[in-house]
């Protein structure tokens, strides 16, 4: 009998650390879009940076350029707004330039856009309609030490 009280008390502690995870997981992918869309997007999340970094001064941007239509619309829109936008790799000179992220993906048929430097991330959610975008979420600010 005592025996089985062990037993059983061990196969109680084996079970009690399986357990299941019942936390949705959710997948982005790399979002396709078209460049009325890309520019929208990319235009309101350039406007929310410069809001939030402040004005142009003598910065000047490093970002990783890929192909897509959105890195090619950030880049021009932050260029409108008067950063000098360089590719990534070794920085040109002597001032280090501000390092920036982004990501444009497909989230549950609506577009999650994020842009980060090394102290705020930005990121929002928008609608994509025939003639462009639409912000579907508040701006989502994140500021790092």
């Not at 040109?92 to 856009?113: I, N």
């Not at 842009?115 to 929002?124: E, F, G």
């Amino acid at each position: 009998m005592h025996r089985m009280i062990v037993l059983g008390f061990i196969l109680l502690l084996v079970g009690g650390c399986q357990s299941t995870d019942d936390a949705t997981t959710t997948v982005t992918t790399p979002a396709v879009v078209i460049e009325p869309v890309a520019s929208a997007i990319a235009g309101d999340m350039a406007a929310r940076l410069v809001e939030s970094i402040g004005p142009t001064g003598s910065t000047s941007i490093q970002m990783q350029r890929d192909k897509t239509d959105y890195s090619t619309a950030l880049e021009a829109a932050l260029k409108g707004w008067g950063y000098k936008v360089m590719p990534g790799g070794e920085p040109e000179g002597k001032q280090k330039p501000l390092e920036l992220s982004y990501s444009l993906d497909s989230l549950d048929g609506q577009l999650l856009a994020q842009v980060a430097t090394p102290s705020i991330a930005l990121a929002r959610t928008y609608v994509s309609t025939n003639t462009g975008a639409i912000a579907f979420s508040p701006l989502s600010i994140m500021q790092r030490n």
